[in-house]
């Protein structure tokens, strides 16, 4: 009797062990998928770039840039103000009232670049300036949107 239950005993640690680990490993796996890039990485004060995800977006397809970017100043991401349909601050750094300087955007998506207009380097890549202001500018995923604030004297 004490053999069977000793083997009993050998099998129910056996079982629990294996649950330990197919425990641990969904853990390890779960913790790993969670880690994500930024979304709004500070390259500087004066350069912003926001990074769009499939999840950021939630499948929205038609999203512009100022909705999403209302999405991170409601996350607390990033602060941001627009009047008259232009960007005037982000991240408390404001246009002054000459525009001598002001907020540029940038973007990855080459079907809404113009690098005639404008060229920016991030990370040793050129990107050209943006076709299209934030308020109609559709978002697309994997794709980079780069606010510059740039001086003009």
């Not at 129910?12 to 890039?37: D, H």
């Amino acid at each position: 009797v004490f053999f069977f239950y000793g083997g009993k005993l050998m099998k129910i640690k056996k079982i629990l062990a294996c649950l330990l680990a197919v425990v641990t490993l969904m853990s390890v796996l779960l913790l790993t998928g969670c880690k994500s890039e930024p979304l709004v990485i500070k390259e500087s004060d004066t350069c912003i770039v926001l990074k769009v995800t499939e999840e950021s977006i939630g499948g929205n397809t038609d999203m512009v840039l100022i909705d999403y970017m209302d999405g991170l100043v409601k996350s607390g991401k990033m602060t941001c103000t627009i009047q008259g349909g232009m960007v005037t601050s982000i991240n408390g750094i404001d246009n002054p009232a000459d525009y001598s300087s002001c907020w540029m955007l940038y973007t990855s998506d080459e079907e809404n670049a113009n690098a005639a207009w404008g060229t920016v380097d991030f990370e040793g890549k050129q990107y050209g300036s943006a076709i299209s202001g934030a308020e109609t500018l559709k978002i697309k995923p994997g794709q980079l949107y780069i606010w510059v604030f740039k001086s003009f004297t």
